[in-house]
């Protein structure tokens, strides 16, 4: 046998083969971590909330308009968050009503229609898009946006549901455009052959072949966007005007113009101010429970819908 | 074809292509918009100063440095969970239920709204745990709000590396961790990268889980020493972000000069447009040069 | 002569499919087991059976057992010591994406030998062993992946050498190999019998024929017959066995 002289290499390899049952923990333990970082966000979200959930009234918290938690001397405080609940519905139905169509046009074209340079160049500026971070989103619609919408429409205030719509739905498009995209892709080119095969026109295979073989990822991207939409804060908070006004007449298109404030909205601008532990912090984490329960119970659902309840790709 | 049906296929391509490029011209213009009126201000002195009356005037080292530290403590915090997550999921999971609840869970933290994962923060790391608002705390969020990235990249980077490499290596008797160790890794350190970068570009931009958790509109700057000025904020300090900076000048809507406020913008759109043009190329030099 | 590997019963089932049916046999120490038979009659199954690689596929179920110098594989605690026992070398060459001399090196470090002279002289020695000696001597650095298809079969073999294994299993090496080449491995296969128990499972009848002591036929998962070569060749108790090694079948 040869002298023995052992490498660096060596001693790092044994080392590093040596801990093999340590490394196997720490691996299976970060593997469950997304389990427990979701069980904790629902923990201590409930922990701060606790103490008021048995006394909400849920009826006032859903169906009024009142949210008064600093009352007038003599007064009793009230938590009705319909007014809340309305703005973060019509942020999240006038985007998509933008972002829906959009999305799908830009995802149809870059899938099926774009090739090459083009393709890819989408594909990048979709992505850079989508890494705008939030509070630019906020900064465009405050500085850049606002000014714009005041002399289109005339208006004394451009911060407000046209202009958080507009905002929101830029923000929700990447995602739409990226899921429905992976669906379309995910649909098997013989489908497409086969159609072409029949003299079907490109156009003709998209909403007679791709949309029926890719509507479950297409609706799972419509879904995730409007996830996206009901969670935005920063950009919201920012373009919207930040303002609880329920309008009398929905039929009235004048109440674009109107400001509005969402669910994330208060809780960003009141948190601040709440008496930490007291009744107005508690509620604003109910606040945070409605959003947390809605934002798993869409991203579980549009994952099942995509995936199956197994988990294969195959039906996506 | 029919003359109809070529008429109606030219119509649908450029309905789609409008579409796309409704959502990118103007989101450029408006970029260009604000980098040209940046223009006044950006420079070395804006980068490498510090505020002045408010944030009316000076630079932006304070929030910039802060936004530093903040994405290098987070990147700490999830950089090694998010990897071995990843790692579990493509190498050991097996094929159940508890891994697709699993899968599941990763997807949910990943659609939680950035203000539900600011609740978390506060009640977790702030309140709980003691940390106070602090960079920790805050890194902390940031971390947890991050980590799905990390994940769901390493697992794909992973999944690019061919069966047929760890069956051979298994066949050898080498280990399952041997294998991902000589082989595995070391052929998807690139796309595992490329998830880092893309966590680092998303941790700099959040504003709502930092805000109640360790960010401040304004702290009192010392730059007597070079040393102050890098190594500003300790994981027990509040700090100043550049997302936070943003939002303030922003709201003080007449007192802040116009160029102050895009320049703000300017910078952390730059910032966050480097870090994702890095992870593109890095990704497309990667496909260039394949080693099967 | 000892029996080394034993099969008792085994079966092995992906699934609902059977792919191996209920196989008992014997192969001796230092002898080449020729394993025959058609595509998807169970033969590359049967190899994963002895080092244990089938319980990596999820999906498997196998009842029966296969025993090594008469322990039970289900029984050997540690299956990476079990595998290093074993040389596998199947029919898709897989070069790893490291250096040759890597490729070759994997195995003897993972067993803790890193001392350069040692390796270099295995790596050597494997090398040539596998007739790939001659064409890579001078890029050992080159990347495994980077080879052909053939000098990537044989590198496979030198992988598979190098942890000195008892049992050699060879699943269709020579399918990307040239006949030149080919002859040359066979007869270091025959000198190698002396250190190894060689388990060769083939297409080419007539190369289990020049190199086989004994000869099993596997057809549609069953295992119809097995013998001493010639026997086989010459006078097999069933006829399809005569009709298939003598090339008038499939």
Same mark, same amino acid.
């Given at each position: 046998?040869?002298?023995?002289?052992?490498?660096?290499?060596?001693?790092?390899?044994?080392?590093?083969?040596?801990?093999?049952?340590?490394?196997?923990?720490?691996?299976?333990?970060?593997?469950?971590?997304?389990?427990?970082?979701?069980?904790?966000?629902?923990?201590?979200?409930?922990?701060?909330?606790?103490?008021?959930?048995?006394?909400?009234?849920?009826?006032?918290?859903?169906?009024?308009?009142?949210?008064?938690?600093?009352?007038?001397?003599?007064?009793?405080?009230?938590?009705?968050?319909?007014?809340?609940?309305?703005?973060?519905?019509?942020?999240?139905?006038?985007?998509?009503?933008?972002?829906?169509?959009?999305?799908?046009?830009?995802?149809?074209?870059?899938?099926?229609?774009?090739?090459?340079?083009?393709?890819?160049?989408?594909?990048?500026?979709?992505?850079?898009?989508?890494?705008?971070?939030?509070?630019?989103?906020?900064?465009?619609?405050?500085?850049?946006?606002?000014?714009?919408?005041?002399?289109?429409?005339?208006?004394?205030?451009?911060?407000?549901?046209?202009?958080?719509?507009?905002?929101?739905?830029?923000?929700?498009?990447?995602?739409?455009?990226?899921?429905?995209?992976?669906?379309?892709?995910?649909?098997?080119?013989?489908?497409?052959?086969?159609?072409?095969?029949?003299?079907?026109?490109?156009?003709?295979?998209?909403?007679?072949?791709?949309?029926?073989?890719?509507?479950?990822?297409?609706?799972?991207?419509?879904?995730?966007?409007?996830?996206?939409?009901?969670?935005?804060?920063?950009?919201?908070?920012?373009?919207?005007?930040?303002?609880?006004?329920?309008?009398?007449?929905?039929?009235?298109?004048?109440?674009?113009?109107?400001?509005?404030?969402?669910?994330?909205?208060?809780?960003?601008?009141?948190?601040?101010?709440?008496?930490?532990?007291?009744?107005?912090?508690?509620?604003?984490?109910?606040?945070?429970?409605?959003?947390?329960?809605?934002?798993?119970?869409?991203?579980?659902?549009?994952?099942?819908?995509?995936?199956?309840?197994?988990?294969?790709?195959?039906?996506? | 074809?029919?003359?109809?049906?070529?008429?109606?296929?030219?119509?649908?391509?450029?309905? &789609?292509?409008?579409?796309?490029?409704?959502?990118?011209?103007?989101?450029?213009?408006?970029?260009?918009?604000?980098?040209?009126?940046?223009?006044?201000?950006?420079?070395?002195?804006?980068?490498?100063?510090?505020?002045?009356?408010?944030?009316?005037?000076?630079?932006?080292?304070?929030?910039?440095?802060?936004?530093?530290?903040?994405?290098?403590?987070?990147?700490?915090?999830?950089?090694?969970?998010?990897?071995?997550?990843?790692?579990?999921?493509?190498?050991?999971?097996?094929?159940?239920?508890?891994?697709?609840?699993?899968? &599941?869970?990763?997807?949910?933290?990943?659609?939680?709204?950035?203000?539900?994962? $600011?609740?978390?923060?506060?009640?977790?790391?702030?309140?709980?745990?003691?940390?106070?608002?602090?960079?920790?705390?805050?890194?902390?969020?940031? $971390?947890?709000?991050?980590?799905?990235?990390?994940?769901?990249?390493?697992?794909?980077?992973?999944? $690019?590396?061919?069966?047929?490499?760890?069956?051979?290596?298994?066949?050898?008797?080498?280990?399952?961790?041997?294998?991902?160790?000589?082989?595995?890794?070391?052929?998807?350190?690139?796309?595992?990268?490329?998830?880092?970068?893309?966590?680092?570009?998303?941790?700099?931009?959040?504003?709502?889980?930092?805000?109640?958790?360790?960010?401040?509109?304004?702290?009192?700057? &010392?730059?007597?020493?070079?040393?102050?000025?890098?190594?500003?904020?300790?994981?027990?300090?509040?700090?100043?972000?550049?997302?936070?900076?943003?939002?303030?000048? $922003?709201?003080?809507?007449?007192?802040?000069?116009?160029? &102050?406020?895009?320049?703000?913008?300017?910078?952390?759109?730059?910032?966050?447009?480097?870090?994702?043009?890095?992870?593109?190329?890095?990704?497309?030099?990667?496909?260039?040069?394949?080693?099967? | 002569?000892?029996?080394?590997?034993?099969?008792?019963?085994?079966?092995?089932?992906?699934?609902?499919?059977?792919?191996?049916?209920?196989?008992?046999?014997?192969?001796?120490?230092?002898?080449?087991?020729?394993?025959?038979?058609?595509?998807?009659?169970?033969?590359?199954?049967?190899?994963?059976?002895?080092?244990?690689?089938?319980?990596?596929?999820?999906?498997?179920?196998?009842?029966?057992?296969?025993?090594?110098?008469?322990?039970?594989?289900?029984?050997?605690?540690?299956?990476?010591?079990?595998?290093?026992?074993?040389?596998?070398?199947?029919?898709?060459?897989?070069?790893?994406?490291?250096?040759?001399?890597?490729?070759?090196?994997?195995?003897?470090?993972?067993?803790?030998?890193?001392?350069?002279?040692?390796?270099?002289?295995?790596?050597?020695?494997?090398?040539?062993?596998?007739?790939?000696?001659?064409?890579?001597?001078?890029?050992?650095?080159?990347?495994?992946?980077?080879?052909?298809?053939?000098?990537?079969?044989?590198?496979?073999?030198?992988?598979?050498?190098?942890?000195?294994?008892?049992?050699?299993?060879?699943?269709?090496?020579?399918?990307?190999?040239?006949?030149?080449?080919?002859?040359?491995?066979?007869?270091?296969?025959?000198?190698?019998?002396?250190?190894?128990?060689?388990?060769?499972?083939?297409?080419?009848?007539?190369?289990?024929?020049?190199?086989?002591?004994?000869?099993?036929?596997?057809?549609?998962?069953?295992?119809?017959?097995?013998?001493?070569?010639?026997?086989?060749?010459?006078?097999?108790?069933?006829?399809?066995?005569?009709?298939?090694?003598?090339?008038?079948?499939?």
């Amino acid at each position: 046998m040869a002298t023995k002289k052992t490498s660096f290499r060596g001693l790092g390899a044994k080392f590093l083969d040596g801990a093999e049952p340590l490394i196997r923990i720490l691996i299976y333990a970060s593997g469950w971590s997304a389990i427990i970082f979701v069980a904790a966000i629902f923990y201590f979200i409930f922990q701060e909330a606790w103490p008021i959930l048995p006394r909400v009234n849920w009826g006032d918290f859903f169906f009024t308009n009142d949210w008064v938690p600093v009352p007038a001397e003599g007064n009793e405080a009230t938590y009705g968050a319909k007014s809340m609940m309305y703005g973060t519905f019509a942020v999240t139905i006038f985007s998509m009503i933008i972002a829906v169509p959009l999305g799908l046009g830009a995802a149809i074209y870059i899938s099926e229609f774009a090739t090459g340079k083009v393709k890819e160049t989408f594909k990048i500026l979709i992505e850079l898009l989508a890494a705008i971070p939030s509070i630019v989103w906020g900064f465009i619609g405050l500085v850049v946006l606002n000014p714009i919408i005041q002399s289109v429409f005339g208006v004394p205030v451009g911060v407000n549901l046209l202009n958080g719509s507009i905002v929101v739905a830029f923000m929700a498009v990447p995602l739409i455009v990226s899921i429905s995209e992976d669906a379309l892709r995910a649909v098997p080119d013989s489908y497409r052959e086969a159609a072409l095969a029949l003299g079907a026109s490109k156009w003709e295979i998209v909403y007679r072949v791709l949309f029926p073989a890719a509507k479950n990822g297409l609706l799972a991207a419509c879904m995730l966007g409007v996830g996206r939409a009901v969670g935005e804060t920063m950009a919201v908070l920012m373009a919207t005007g930040n303002g609880m006004v329920i309008p009398e007449n929905f039929a009235n298109p004048a109440i674009l113009l109107d400001k509005v404030r969402t669910l994330t909205a208060t809780i960003v601008s009141e948190l601040p101010d709440s008496v930490h532990g007291g009744d107005h912090y508690r509620m604003l984490f109910v606040i945070g429970i409605v959003l947390l329960i809605f934002s798993v119970v869409i991203n579980v659902t549009s994952d099942i819908i995509v995936k199956g309840i197994k988990g294969d790709q195959k039906n996506a | 074809m029919e003359r109809r049906k070529v008429l109606v296929e030219g119509i649908a391509k450029k309905v &789609m292509l409008v579409a796309a490029l409704c959502l990118i011209v103007p989101v450029l213009a408006i970029i260009a918009y604000i980098f040209y009126k940046a223009s006044p201000v950006l420079g070395l002195d804006y980068l490498w100063g510090v505020p002045e009356g408010g944030g009316t005037g000076g630079g932006i080292w304070p929030p910039l440095i802060g936004t530093f530290f903040l994405v290098l403590v987070s990147l700490c915090i999830c950089a090694p969970i998010g990897i071995m997550a990843g790692i579990y999921l493509n190498e050991y999971a097996p094929d159940n239920w508890f891994t697709r609840i699993i899968n &599941m869970a990763v997807t949910s933290l990943a659609g939680v709204p950035s203000i539900v994962h $600011a609740l978390f923060g506060v009640g977790a790391f702030v309140l709980t745990f003691g940390m106070g608002e602090s960079l920790l705390a805050a890194s902390c969020t940031i $971390a947890v709000m991050t980590i799905p990235v990390l994940i769901t990249s390493t697992r794909e980077a992973l999944s $690019a590396v061919p069966m047929a490499f760890r069956q051979a290596c298994w066949n050898m008797g080498a280990t399952k961790w041997q294998t991902i160790r000589t082989i595995v890794l070391p052929n998807s350190i690139s796309g595992i990268l490329t998830g880092v970068i893309l966590e680092v570009s998303r941790a700099a931009g959040e504003t709502a889980p930092i805000l109640f958790t360790g960010a401040a509109a304004s702290i009192p700057f &010392m730059a007597d020493s070079l040393g102050d000025k890098l190594m500003p904020y300790f994981l027990g300090d509040k700090f100043m972000a550049l997302s936070y900076h943003l939002k303030v000048v $922003a709201d003080k809507l007449n007192d802040v000069p116009e160029a &102050m406020k895009y320049g703000t913008a300017a910078v952390l759109i730059g910032l966050i447009f480097i870090l994702n043009s890095f992870s593109i190329v890095l990704r497309m030099y990667l496909r260039s040069r394949k080693k099967w | 002569m000892t029996t080394h590997i034993n099969f008792l019963d085994l079966s092995v089932y992906y699934g609902s499919h059977k792919a191996v049916d209920e196989v008992t046999m014997n192969i001796q120490k230092n002898e080449i087991f020729g394993i025959v038979g058609p595509a998807n009659s169970g033969k590359t199954t049967l190899l994963k059976t002895i080092n244990r690689t089938l319980d990596l596929i999820t999906g498997t179920r196998t009842t029966g057992e296969v025993s090594i110098d008469g322990t039970n594989v289900r029984n050997i605690g540690n299956v990476n010591h079990l595998r290093r026992r074993i040389g596998m070398v199947f029919p898709l060459p897989v070069g790893l994406p490291l250096t040759v001399y890597e490729n070759v090196a994997y195995a003897p470090r993972r067993a803790g030998i890193h001392d350069k002279e040692t390796l270099d002289e295995l790596v050597e020695q494997c090398l040539k062993q596998a007739v790939l000696w001659d064409e890579v001597k001078d890029r050992l650095d080159t990347l495994g992946t980077k080879l052909s298809g053939g000098q990537q079969q044989r590198l496979t073999l030198a992988r598979a050498l190098a942890h000195q294994p008892e049992i050699l299993c060879l699943d269709e090496f020579s399918i990307a190999i040239d006949p030149v080449t080919t002859m040359k491995i066979e007869d270091i296969l025959v000198q190698l019998k002396e250190k190894m128990t060689i388990v060769l499972v083939t297409n080419l009848t007539q190369q289990a024929r020049r190199l086989a002591g004994h000869v099993a036929f596997l057809n549609a998962s069953q295992l119809v017959e097995w013998g001493e070569t010639e026997k086989m060749f010459s006078n097999p108790e069933k006829e399809i066995t005569g009709r298939y090694l003598n090339g008038d079948f499939g």
